[in-house]
Every structure is written in structure tokens, then in C-alpha cells.
């Protein structure tokens, strides 16, 4: 069993900038593929970013490519999202997602979710 707790989630003005965080339970965190993902109301659960166990490779939905940037610090159990030059198409609730799989793209992928932390940005 994994827990996933995000946090760093706020208001900010278009432009500006965020770093999401999610703390993870537990001694297998290394052994996970984590990833964000992001919901917008009345919208659907979308991928945003994700990477491998060893924090060597990466992959990112091509509407945060050069903006957004994730990482990982296995010995701190932690996963986190910089979120540089936000728009206001960035507002959604963003949740980290763990897969025991690997890298993981798909919400069907997803073996652990956070509780998700609310990012508004204002034009």
C-alpha cells in the first residue's frame, strides 16, 4: 500500500509559477512509475506528466512541453512538479498518481492516487 499526499497547489497570476509536491508512504517508493495528471471541471482526468523509477527518463503531455518539469528524490520519497510560465488553461485540480507498471500515461495505469491540490491561475 502506497499513500500519496500533494501539496503546494495555490492561486497564482498567469506568467507565474508553482512547484507541486507529493510525499509518498512508505519503503517501495523507488519501485513505482509516478506521474501528475490533472482534472478541470467538467473535463475529464488528464495525463500532464511522468517518470521513470530511477528518475532517468521522462515524458510530458504536449501542452505543459517546456513549461512544466517533473522529478524525483527516491531518498525522500518524493515526486515533484515545477510549473513555470502557467496559463490560465492550466487551472485544474492536480493529482500524483504511483503505477507499479513504470512510467504511466493512462489513468488505467494507475495503481495509487493522491487527494489531489487545486491550482487556479488567474488572467
Known amino acids: 500500500q502506497v499513500q500519496l499526499v500533494e501539496s503546494g497547489g495555490g492561486l497564482v497570476q498567469a506568467g507565474g509559477s508553482l512547484r507541486l509536491s507529493c510525499a509518498a508512504s512508505g519503503r517501495t517508493f523507488s519501485r513505482y512509475g509516478m506521474g501528475w495528471f490533472r482534472q478541470a471541471p467538467g473535463k475529464e482526468r488528464e495525463f500532464v506528466a511522468t517518470i521513470s523509477r530511477s528518475g532517468g527518463n521522462n515524458y510530458y503531455a504536449d501542452s505543459v512541453k517546456g513549461r512544466f518539469t517533473i522529478s524525483r528524490d527516491n531518498a525522500k520519497n518524493t515526486v515533484y512538479l515545477q510549473m513555470n510560465s502557467l496559463k490560465p488553461e492550466d487551472t485544474a485540480v492536480y493529482y500524483c498518481?504511483?503505477?507499479?507498471?513504470?512510467?504511466?500515461?493512462?489513468?488505467?495505469?494507475?495503481?495509487?492516487w493522491g487527494q489531489g491540490t487545486q491550482v487556479t491561475v488567474s488572467s
Open positions: 498518481a504511483a503505477s507499479g507498471s513504470g512510467m504511466v500515461v493512462s489513468t488505467s495505469e494507475v495503481h495509487y
